[in-house]
Structures are given as C-alpha cells and as structure tokens.
C-alpha cells in the first residue's frame, strides 16, 4: 500500500520559516514527478511547487517564488518544502502528491495529474 506521508507542520509567526518533509513508503517514487499542495479553509486546493523525477525541474506557483523551494531526495524518498518568510495567508493545510502514471512532463501542476495524496500537514502563520 502506497503512502505519503507529510511532517513539518505547526505553528510559526509572521517572518518565519519551516521544512515540510513528505516521505513515500509502500513503493519507490524516485522516478516520479512530485508536488506540493496547499488548500486554506473556505477556499481550493492549489497548486504549490512542483519537482520533476531526479530535481533537475522545479515549477512554483507565482505568487510564492522566492519564499517557497522545493527539493528532494530520492535515496530518502522523501520530497521537502522549505518555506521562509511566512505570512498569514500561507495558512493552510499542505499535502503531498506523487505521481505514478507516465508523463512526458517534468512537472506536474495539476491535482488530477497526480495519482497519491498524503493526508496532509497544517501550518498556520500568526500576525
């Protein structure tokens, strides 16, 4: 059984920072494309930052370039979110999506172009 599973959440103040780790366990990924989620209460799941197979791709969502980098590491099987200078509208729950389908693409940036979820990690950044 496939499972993703995400750490790292919790509580930080405005300027902060933290490292959200998703780690893969039930089969490898590390030639899967891998993404990073985030849905805020009251709104949709959207799209984070993407990595293709071996992290030689990344892809973000516009608005958090320069705050948000994504990285992995395929020995660990394990696909990290650094987060800095956090605001208060980075409050939301983060998940984790690995993909097992062949693509073409590097990078996917859409929730069906995903095939596992993890269950996902809070984090909410105080003012």
């Known amino acids: 059984q496939v499972q993703l599973i995400e750490s790292g959440g919790g509580l930080v103040q405005a300027g902060g920072s933290l490292r959200l780790s998703c780690t893969a366990s039930?089969?490898?990924?590390?030639?899967?494309?891998m993404g990073w989620f985030r849905q805020a209460p009251g709104k949709e799941r959207e799209f984070v930052a993407g990595?293709?197979?071996?992290?030689?791709?990344?892809n973000y969502a516009d608005s958090l370039k320069g705050r948000f980098t994504i990285s992995r590491d395929n020995a660990k099987n394990t696909v990290y979110l650094q987060m800095n200078n956090l605001k208060p509208e980075d409050t939301a729950v983060y998940y984790c999506?690995?993909?097992?389908?062949?693509?073409?693409?590097?990078?996917?940036?859409?929730?069906?172009?995903?095939?596992?979820w993890g269950q996902g990690t809070q984090v909410t950044v105080s003012s």
């Open positions: 999506a690995a993909r097992s389908r062949s693509t073409v693409l590097l990078v996917v940036t859409t929730e069906g172009g995903y095939d596992h």
């Open positions: 039930g089969r490898t990924f590390s030639n899967s494309a």
């Open positions: 990595i293709s197979w071996n992290g030689g791709s990344t």
